[in-house]
């Protein structure tokens, strides 16, 4: 069976190096083609299965992923609960350039992300900070990479 989606998010490392206080955060969300369904069986999250949209269309980019779907998983029920957010509410943002992922979500004072990480995936974080608040700590890190570096 398949679970709640997330729509999938990226920050771009040129945009990221000249994040600051006076930019919303949200503006730094690229907005992917690919949306993760999780796969269930029974309500443990075992594997997922992407679809990518293409001229109005979907079709399976991949299938697989278990452990950062499952660290999705945990970590957005876990966060679902403590914060009382829906779990559709969700979404991914990743970086690629720094290869950092995290689950985003939107509350009346702004916008959250939450550290997703694949290797610990039975003791997800439920500690969600200001998306600028951990965005200004990842330029120095990005400023520190070179401009053909993935992004």
């Known amino acids: 069976m398949l679970g709640i989606p997330l729509r999938d998010y990226f920050v ?13 955060p949200e503006t730094l969300f690229q907005r992917s083609p690919e949306v993760v369904y999780p796969i269930l069986v029974g309500s443990r999250t075992v594997s997922s ?23 999705l998983a945990a970590t957005r029920e876990a966060v679902a609960k403590a914060q009382n957010v829906p779990q559709r509410a969700f979404f ?20 959250y992300l ?9 003791s997800p974080g439920v500690s969600s900070e200001r998306a600028e608040v951990v965005l200004q700590r990842l330029v120095p890190l990005a400023q520190g990479l070179r401009d053909d570096a993935p992004s």
Not at 50 to 55: C, I, M
């Open 114 to 122: 939450t550290t997703v990480n694949p290797r610990v995936a039975n």
């Open 12 to 24: 771009r490392l040129d945009q990221l190096k000249t994040y600051g206080p006076q930019i919303k």
């Open 49 to 71: 299965m992407t679809l990518a949209e293409h001229d109005d269309a979907f079709t399976v980019a991949t299938l697989g992923s278990s452990g950062l779907v499952v660290a």
């Open 92 to 111: 991914i943002v990743r970086v690629p350039a720094l290869g950092l992922v995290y689950l985003g979500h939107e509350m009346p004072d702004g916008f």
